[in-house]
T-cell receptor, first 117, second 109 residues
């Protein structure tokens, strides 16, 4: 059974540009959630999509957005990149929604390492 | 300030030693999860604890959820180099998923 696949693995952008990251969940999983991981702030929840609808959103500015397609694949977009957006972006898939109880077993991808210069 | 405070932040021990890492909060969580993350990889779920006072064992790892569901601990018996990694606790707050900053464990052979 294939795991969660994130592409690209590494990405280098400059300030002001936008970027789109992709996440393919485990087959059959309908929930995809996104996270930002930095040395300073640790792992932070960005948002969750379930059946093509955004169900929950963390405390991030509107520059961070996402969507989910009918095959459950998800994309995350960050517009007007800032230096502070440099981070490892992780996605995770699960059968059911992550929130509100976090009882679902999350399967994480290896992440996309984004560097903003 | 982290909603979930993990301690210690760093831990370096010799193979065969025992250790305990802690995850504390002033908030109540409906459940807590523990993950281990290795460099260049995403976190891997170790366990989910749901009931206050619950104890779960996974081979040499013992997880406990506090009675008030505000804190949790992870105890490793006879640590091995393969246990090296970043240990993260995580909990749901209705519409937000929160993670601790992690404990970076190094087990030396």
């Amino acid at each position: 059974k294939a795991g969660v696949t994130q592409t690209p693995r590494y990405l280098i952008k400059t300030r002001g540009q936008q970027v789109t990251l992709s996440c393919s969940p485990i087959s059959g999983h309908r929930s995809v959630s996104w996270y930002q991981q930095t040395p300073g702030q640790g792992l932070q929840f960005l948002f969750e999509y379930f059946s093509e609808t955004q169900r929950n959103k963390g405390n991030f500015p509107g520059r961070f957005s996402g969507r989910q397609f009918s095959n459950s694949r998800s994309e995350m977009n960050v517009s007007t990149l800032e230096l502070g957006d440099s981070a490892l972006y992780l996605c995770a898939s699960s059968w059911g929604t992550v929130l509100p109880t976090s009882n679902e077993k999350l399967f994480f991808g290896s992440g996309t390492q984004l560097s903003v210069l | 300030t982290q909603l979930l405070e993990q301690s210690p932040q760093f831990l370096s021990i010799q193979e065969g030693e025992n250790l305990t890492v802690y995850c504390n909060s002033s908030s109540v969580f409906s459940s807590l999860q523990w993950y281990r993350q290795e460099p260049g990889e995403g976190p891997v779920l170790l366990v989910t604890v749901v009931t206050g006072g619950e104890v779960k064992k996974l081979k040499r790892l013992t997880f406990q959820f506090g009675d008030a569901r505000k804190d949790s601990s992870l105890h490793i018996t006879a640590a091995q180099p393969g246990d090296t990694g970043l240990y993260l606790c995580a909990g749901a707050q209705i519409y937000d998923m929160r993670f601790g900053a992690g404990t970076r464990l190094t087990v030396k052979p």
